[in-house]
């Protein structure tokens, strides 16, 4: 089945350690995601990505790194850097090209929380 | 004045109610507008696309935009316990490529619950 899978789903950190989540799709896609979700605050995107080796960032890209080596994988390293990092992580793809019209595909997820 | 407005709820309905869920927004550009369904712990899923203004109907659903009044609403018809969800709108603007402009602007998402 294709799909996009995320992991861990759940993970835990200390504070000042980084951390990275995995994404991966075997969709195809040219366009992969990171977005954030907070209570109450919705959606929020990280970084993005329409093409292998190349990647921009999104409204609230400080304290998050990631790279694109691969089509099919998209991982993200929330650094210590990130004042905030609890949050729940969501990744998507898309079929790409020039506009993002719409149909996202999304991961499941996957929660970090900061101790 | 945000983007994208969406009341959070929660909104709580009995089962077999006709439920209005409601977004507005600012950007006269935007021309995709998507409705996506989110179960607790899980990841959205695309529920119903529409380009420019106008109705869709899908079954139970039906997404309907007014770009005069940028508004757009989905209605869900004989609503069911497993329609409980929080349901966010989302739209594009095609002419920002390039830049995180072109991409989705979500709203907040509404919870929906709907009682048996």
């Known amino acids: 089945d294709g799909g996009i899978t995320q992991s861990p789903k759940y993970l835990f950190r200390k504070e000042g350690q980084n951390v990275t989540l995995s994404c991966e799709q075997n969709?195809?896609?040219?366009?992969m995601y990171w977005y954030r979700q907070d209570p109450g605050q919705g959606l929020r995107l990280i970084y993005y990505?329409?093409?292998?080796?190349?990647?921009q960032k999104g409204d609230i890209a400080e304290g998050y790194s990631v790279s694109r080596e691969k089509k099919e994988s998209f991982p993200l390293t929330v650094t210590s850097a990130q004042k905030n990092p609890t949050a729940f992580y969501l990744c998507?793809?898309?079929?790409?090209?020039?506009?993002?019209?719409?149909?996202?595909?999304f991961g499941e997820g996957s929660r970090l929380t900061v101790l | 004045q945000k983007e994208v407005e969406q009341d959070p709820g929660p909104l709580s309905v009995p089962e077999g109610a006709i439920v209005s869920l409601n977004c507005t927004y600012s950007?006269?550009?935007?021309?995709?507008f998507m409705w996506y369904r989110q179960y607790s712990r899980k990841g959205p899923e695309l529920l119903m696309y529409t380009y420019s203004s106008g109705n869709k109907e899908d079954g139970r659903f039906t997404a309907q935009v007014d770009k005069s009044s940028k508004y757009i609403s989905l209605f869900i018809r004989d609503s069911q316990p497993s329609d409980s969800a929080t349901y966010l709108c989302?739209?594009?603007?095609?002419?920002?490529?390039?830049?995180?402009?072109?991409?989705?602007?979500f709203g907040k998402g509404t919870k929906l619950s709907v009682k048996p």
């Open positions: 950007n006269s550009a935007f021309q995709y």
């Open positions: 969709l195809n896609h040219d366009a």
């Open positions: 989302a739209m594009s603007n095609p002419m920002n490529y390039g830049g995180s402009q072109g991409n989705l602007i």
């Open positions: 998507a793809s898309s079929t790409g090209g020039q506009v993002n019209t719409g149909e996202l595909f």
């Open positions: 990505s329409q093409i292998v080796n190349d990647f």
